[in-house]
């Protein structure tokens, strides 16, 4: 994974707003020919020729969002920007830009901020985004992080929630569920951490599930396949509340409803077996777990015949007209209407 981390601790006192901002800019490299102008005046400067500018914004708080107990700084930051990108990728839109607005209180270093940086940046570079400013501020309730991404597109490129038909696929890029197995896994270490400091961790074996939760990546891949293949999905979002809750929001906006088959439903095997030390049921994780980013789209039949053999796309199911209403369909055939319930 991300690999930490410094030893030394600066004050943030020491140094003040201005001077952080300044140490912070030493890092961030410009890539992306629309920036303009970056971190270092009132405002970025981003220059569209015939294009439509997307923009999305996450804010994550400490205890709300993530436990810094188990969550590692560097992780953190990758992960605020990568759940950005997959907001605009789930418009059918590469991010190119990304500001960040930060608050922290005494409690963390300089250093410290230099780790949710080197995430940040990481996945920036990784992405191909322009980090080009932000906001700092000193904060009395632990670690706030704003993060914005944006992207500019061609308007006819832009896939919205509220385009699926009926007859339409329902596909699926990658699995289900690991997410939330990788957050079992860290509450139950946590927990036992807690009740006994002295114990050592027990997370041998769990690799793929932890990965999952702790450096989730968007998916980038599926908009080059999708344009390599020459399909314009008729409606998409990204998996971050689990797939009934997101499913439903596409029927939902596109005056439709669907049916979902449970056995279509990818899963990881390991994300399978560390479900079930919970006794969690893996479809149970799929729908309602949340937080693996990955991408559910509905195309025209008549696009099958492109997607058949990518390995990386599931067909799960297909819309049907509204008053059909949205229906899981589970292995021995009985439906029943699909709900969103979140776990944690
Ligand atoms: P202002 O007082 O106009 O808000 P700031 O001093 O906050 O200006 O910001 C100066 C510059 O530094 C701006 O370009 C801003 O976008 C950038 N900036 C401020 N905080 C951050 C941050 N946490 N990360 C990246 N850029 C930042
Ligand atoms: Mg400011």
New binding site residues.
Partial sequence: MLENKSTTRTELSELG??KL?EH?KQFVKLSQSSTIKG????A?VIKNELETTLASTDLLLEKIHFDLSYFPLKHLGYKAAVVNFSDLLAMNVKPRQL????AVSNRFSLEAVEEIYAGLLLACERYNVD?V????SGSQTGLCLAVTAIGQAQESDIVYRDGAKEHDLICLSGDLGSAYAGLLLLEREKAEFLANPDMQPDLQGHDYVLERQLKPEARYDILDLLKEKNIKPTAMIDISDGLASELLHICRESKVGCMLYESKIPIDPTACSTLEIFNILPTVAALNGGEDYELLFTIPQSDYDKIKGSHDITVIGHIVDENSGCMLVPDNGAMIPLKAQGLE
């Avoid at 971190?39 to 009132?42: E, M």
């Fill in positions: 707003e201005f901002i912070l971190i270092g005046d009132d970025a500001t960040v607005g930060l980090l400013g932000g906001d700092t």
